[in-house]
């Protein structure tokens, strides 16, 4: 604490820095126990027969948010893995991540650096049909780029390993950068996969779509069944909460930590307060009782014996021998109640 009782600026910013963090995890787990809320609160409806049904009644042929399960299957063309024989798909994605390592001046160590270079998504048109063949409905799956997760399988990943000259080592040395290589990857959402949606269901004319939600709610195209998607949220959920409460608590621990250090300065202000008028009202007595002398050199706290005592490092005198030796540990100054490190005997001739 700085004179006054103020904090200093060192705690006034881990105050700040901490209340600051706290208010952000609660701001991110409010928003996740939402969407986490949210799913939970999904309609479950079943890919049969019965959905047109379902959105015929439905307040303006639309489910706002709805789960739904079934295998994916093109609509027309299908997409080809580039380095899989026979790979059908309808989302394919190519990857180019750079790898190197980079030195870090700081703590003088190589760290790993990944970077994508260049990245593809291609789509096709494609539906989430029934497991069971022969049920004739279909759900056409929109936008599906848009989802939050969107669950492709890597089908192809290779390492192309730098060739480096002697010359182009020493460069790397001295330029603080060493590439190792270019991985590539290939990912697909193949033809057959299940897949869960959730999202807004509508019915368009003859076609029931599935889109993303228009309340802000995420819109997912997992893999996952739906109790798997609903367990994984929450736990996200309780991970966020976990981490607010820790932060919480260290922020009403230094808020305590301030509080009891401006409460301990506060009492030692009033005690010296309360020390300096009973000194001014001791002297009053003395000098009534003595005619109105008062004793120059009396020691400020017995006000009978002579000031004998220089305290360092503030230097006052004030004090006998005795009343020093009476002071209660840690002792400090009666004058400016700074602590006393060592006494000085002070000899008057």
């Given at each position: ?91 394919q994605r190519l990857t180019l991540q750079e790898h190197k390592m980079v030195w870090n001046r700081t ?109 802000g709610m995420p819109y997912y195209l997992s893999s996952l069944d739906f109790e798997s998607l609903l ?119």
């Amino acid at each position: 604490m700085e004179g006054g009782g103020r904090p200093s600026a060192a705690q006034a910013v881990l105050l700040t820095a901490s209340t600051a963090i706290t208010a952000l995890l609660y701001s991110v787990y409010r928003q996740k126990a939402r969407v986490a809320r949210g799913l939970e609160g999904a309609r479950k409806v079943r890919l049969d027969g019965d959905l047109r049904a379902v959105l015929l009644e439905a307040p303006g042929r639309c489910v706002p948010y709805a789960v739904i399960e079934g295998v994916v299957q093109s609509v027309k063309e299908t997409l080809s893995s580039q380095f899989v024989e026979n790979c059908k798909g309808v989302v394919q994605r190519l990857t180019l991540q750079e790898h190197k390592m980079v030195w870090n001046r700081t703590t003088h160590l190589w760290n790993d650096y990944e970077k994508i270079i260049h990245q593809r998504t291609n789509t096709a048109p494609f539906d989430l049909a029934p497991a069971e063949a022969g049920a004739g409905v279909t759900v056409r799956v929109m936008k599906p780029l848009d989802a939050v997760e969107l669950s492709l399988e890597t089908v192809y990943e290779k390492f192309h390993p730098s060739v480096q000259s002697f010359t182009d080592v020493i460069g790397h040395y001295i330029s603080g950068e060493r590439p190792k290589g270019i991985q590539e990857t290939e990912q697909m959402l193949k033809v057959g996969t299940a897949l869960t949606g959730v999202g807004e269901l509508v019915l368009d004319n003859t076609t029931i779509k599935l889109q993303p939600p228009k309340q802000g709610m995420p819109y997912y195209l997992s893999s996952l069944d739906f109790e798997s998607l609903l367990q994984k949220q929450e736990s996200g959920v309780r991970f966020w909460k976990i981490l607010t409460m820790v932060f919480g608590f260290a922020t009403c621990a230094v808020i305590f930590f301030l509080l009891r250090k401006q409460y301990r300065h506060h009492r030692e202000r009033q005690h010296l307060r309360q020390m300096q008028e009973e000194f001014r009202q001791a002297q009053e007595r003395l000098m009534n009782a003595e005619g109105g002398e008062v004793l120059k050199n009396a020691c400020v706290v017995c006000l009978s014996s002579t000031k004998s005592c220089v305290f360092l490092e503030c230097g006052h005198v004030c004090s006998c021998h005795e009343c020093y030796q009476a002071l209660p540990e840690p002792k400090k100054c009666p004058i400016c109640r700074q602590g006393i490190t060592r006494m000085v005997p002070l000899y008057n001739s």
